[in-house]
């Protein structure tokens, strides 16, 4: 069965600090990964997503992630964060056969002034 | 272009009662999923359909029925409400391989 492991509960950072959020998953066939974020009171949504070609993906408002096959993981990185990023941001694995997508704990982000 | 509706968006019930939680995508996906999300727990599957009339369980689907007569609409049942089902609800769909999940704005239901 896949699983998620988000390392970091929760990161507390200041602003123009720079960010990543570690994600290692275990499944050993071609896998779907994706990073949703979640804004206090909303639903989730999408900022970035792999499916195949190259492991560095950029996702919307300058988040990126690196796909590391090796070592399983799938770590979501942002130079400069802002306020508005605080967050709880979720890693997700899926394999290419739509079978339901399995998401780690979550990870909160504070981004203090 | 509505995505994934959920409908209610909050509820509070009593021990006992009975609800139905429906969710509605307009998107022609395939695949729709019930998760819970608890403080801690990250979203957990409660119940999935690969299409019009199929249902599966997921990792946590005791005290839950679910039903799929139409493609567009995926609902969530919970016979007798217990207070460990006080939770946020999210239904989400899938379209065609190697595509994202598309989530509804959530519902809070508390059970006292």
């Known amino acids: 069965a896949q699983s998620v492991s988000q390392h970091n509960h929760h990161v507390i950072l200041s602003e123009a600090a720079s960010l990543e959020l570690g994600c290692n998953y275990s499944y050993g066939g071609t896998v779907n990964l994706f990073w949703y974020v979640q804004y206090p009171g909303q639903h989730l949504q999408l900022l970035l997503k792999?499916?195949?070609?190259?492991?560095l993906v950029k996702g919307i408002k300058g988040f990126e992630a690196e796909f590391i096959k090796s070592k399983f993981s799938f770590n979501l990185r942002k130079p400069s964060v802002q306020w508005s990023d605080t967050a709880e941001y979720f890693c997700?694995?899926?394999?290419?056969?739509?079978?339901?997508?399995?998401f780690g704990k979550g990870t909160r982000l504070s981004v203090i002034a | 272009n509505a995505g994934v509706t959920q409908t209610p968006k909050f509820r509070v019930l009593k021990t006992g009662q009975s609800m139905t939680l429906l969710c509605a995508q307009d998107?022609?996906?395939?695949?729709m999923y019930w998760y819970r999300q608890d403080p801690g727990m990250g979203l957990r599957l409660i119940h999935y359909s690969v299409g019009e009339g199929t249902t599966a369980k997921g990792e946590v689907p005791d005290g839950y029925n679910v039903s799929r007569l139409k493609k567009q609409n995926f609902l969530l049942g919970l016979e007798s409400a217990a207070p460990s089902q006080t939770s946020v609800y999210f239904c989400a769909s899938r379209g065609p391989t190697n595509t994202e999940a598309f989530f509804g704005q959530g519902t809070r239901l508390t059970v006292v």
């Open positions: 792999y499916f195949s070609g190259d492991p």
């Open positions: 998107m022609n996906h395939e695949y």
């Open positions: 997700a694995v899926g394999d290419s056969g739509n079978t339901p997508l399995v």
